[in-house]
């Protein structure tokens, strides 16, 4: 079990928590509770908790300032889920920059903290199936790092003790599910048969970031370039029929010191960047990057921009789709660097987030996508990056929309009353989405918020007392009655007048008779 620890100023806050979700079941169990982040520190450096889920606005010190204290003054990494309220943006986007987990608004989902508390569980079964120390797999996720020094490089290279000549194959996966330990040395087997390996010659180190290194030794002297890449294709092949994960591979210089080995592995962070600019899975080699042109970090800031405000504001999905192709078309074609991508990302949503905020709207999905942007832009695919950027601005064109209709006339209020005058038609969510030209999953989702039903039980409940209606005041047969209120299918509709009613159509009917013959 992972051990968790509740941080809110507010006791009812604490103890909903506490019982909003069966934790056990998810492999979670509170230890503890705190009610502001001072009290939770001393909890923290006694206990060490696996999981932090903490309020952001607290007295004495609040949850900012313990995430802070945690990361710069104690060197802990616990993965923090941050809780907010919908105008705590300004002060909670703070945080990001500490390598905070995940962002719950309150009144906190059920189904979102247990999608996030599952994300969290993932990266520990992740980290806890390797089998080496912690020192080694530390020093491997630094040498990932593109910001780490060439001397530290070095160090770290020496503190692996490797036996040299040694070949790095770098693996960065498409999508941020991190496979197992074993499902990794397992695709290994035919591809160490095939080029007469040992099992004993790799070393294999998962990083919680998307990125897989691989070390080969000391069998790798006899490859030759051909082999090497021939080996690297097949790692690849392996990873996509066996994990269903399209990846791109960098391949180091073999390396024949601590200071050689330093230098394939940035190699490999470079070309690991230059990756996420491909089309489709490859290897990069070494060699192959002399041929690509440098990446640049300076570019003015893209009309495309000030279009894509406008596009969203007008809730426009066919032009924020066009706006947002071409900002990552130039983005690819004038190879922009990632750092330089994220940064105007977003600084993009920080302007839209201050026009929501003015409506008082949702910023969540600002908070969500900030985050997601902080986090994974420099390790995610361009085109990946494309449509998880289209969707946030399509989202939050919706909810800009909502807020707009919702000035004059409710937008939920206006689809209660389409409902009631069409409820006999052929309806699905995605068609009343669509008159009302709001992406069908957002409006599911507001729905639920405003009205604490989801669309198609609410749909039936009308269809269900037009139906007593009509049986109280008329005498259709129930094949009849069932198609006047939307139902083709009369065992379909008897099915959900007894669910929702608990007795059949005939049996009610048959209870409305009784009276009468007494």
């Not at 030209?437 to 009308?462: D, S, T």
Request: proline share 4%; with cysteine; hydrophobic share 40%.
């Amino acid at each position: 079990m992972l051990k968790v620890l509740l941080v809110d100023d507010e006791p009812v806050i604490r103890a909903g928590l506490a019982q909003l979700i069966p934790w056990e079941k998810y492999g979670y169990t509170i230890v503890a509770k705190a009610k502001n982040g001072e009290q939770a520190l001393q909890l923290i450096l006694a206990d060490m908790p696996d999981v932090i889920i903490t309020d952001i606005r607290m007295p004495r010190m609040d949850g900012l300032q313990l995430i802070q204290a945690l990361r710069e003054e104690h060197n802990l990494q616990t993965p923090v889920i941050v809780l907010t309220g919908f105008n705590e943006f300004d002060y909670a986007r703070q945080a990001i920059r500490y390598q905070v987990r995940d962002y719950l608004l309150k009144p906190v989902d059920k189904e979102e903290l247990i999608i996030a508390l599952s994300r969290i569980r993932s990266s520990f079964n992740i980290d806890h199936a390797l089998p080496v120390d912690s020192h080694s797999r530390n020093a491997i996720q630094l040498l990932l790092r593109s910001t780490t020094s060439h001397d530290t490089r070095i160090e770290l290279c020496q503190s692996l003790k490797a036996h040299y000549p040694v070949l790095l194959l770098v693996i960065m996966l498409q999508k941020h599910i991190q496979p197992a330990y074993t499902s990794i040395h397992q695709l290994l087997v035919p591809v160490r048969e095939t080029f007469r390996l040992s099992d004993a010659s790799l070393r294999i180190y998962i990083d919680a970031d998307g990125f897989i290194a691989v070390l080969i030794h000391p069998e790798s002297a006899h490859l030759s370039k051909t082999e090497e890449k021939q080996l690297a294709y097949a790692l690849l092949h392996a990873i996509h029929d066996n994990l269903d994960q399209e990846a791109f591979l960098s391949l180091g210089p073999l390396a024949h010191s601590s200071e050689q080995l330093a230098d394939a592995f940035g190699a490999a962070c470079a070309a690991s960047v230059y990756s996420l600019y491909m089309n489709r899975p490859t290897v990069l080699a070494y060699e192959d990057m002399k041929l690509l042109p440098p990446f640049r970090s300076h570019y003015e800031y893209l009309a495309f921009f000030q279009q894509l405000k406008e596009s969203i504001e007008n809730n426009n999905p066919q032009d924020m789709e066009r706006i947002v192709t071409a900002i990552f078309v130039y983005f690819v074609e004038q190879y922009i660097s990632p750092d330089t991508i994220k940064v105007h990302l977003y600084r993009f949503l920080l302007e839209i987030e201050k026009y929501v905020a003015e409506m008082n709207g949702d910023i969540q999905p600002i908070i969500t996508a900030a985050n997601h942007i902080d986090l994974t832009c420099t390790t995610t695919p361009i085109r990946i990056q494309r449509e998880t950027f289209l969707d946030t601005c399509q989202q939050i064109g919706t909810e800009i929309a909502f807020l707009r209709a919702q000035q004059n006339f409710g937008i939920i209020d206006q689809i209660e009353l389409y409902v009631s005058s069409h409820y006999h038609e052929n309806m699905t969510l995605k068609d009343v989405a669509a008159k009302f030209y709001m992406n069908h999953a957002y409006l599911g989702q507001l729905f639920r918020r405003k009205k604490e039903i989801h669309f198609n039980e609410y749909l039936h409940q009308v269809r269900i007392e037009e139906a007593k209606r009509l049986l109280r005041r008329t005498d259709l047969k129930i094949a009849e009655l069932a198609k006047k209120v939307g139902y083709n299918d009369p065992a379909y509709f008897s099915g959900k007048f007894e669910k929702h009613v608990g007795v059949t159509p005939t049996a009610y009917k048959l209870e409305l008779q009784a009276p009468r013959r007494q």
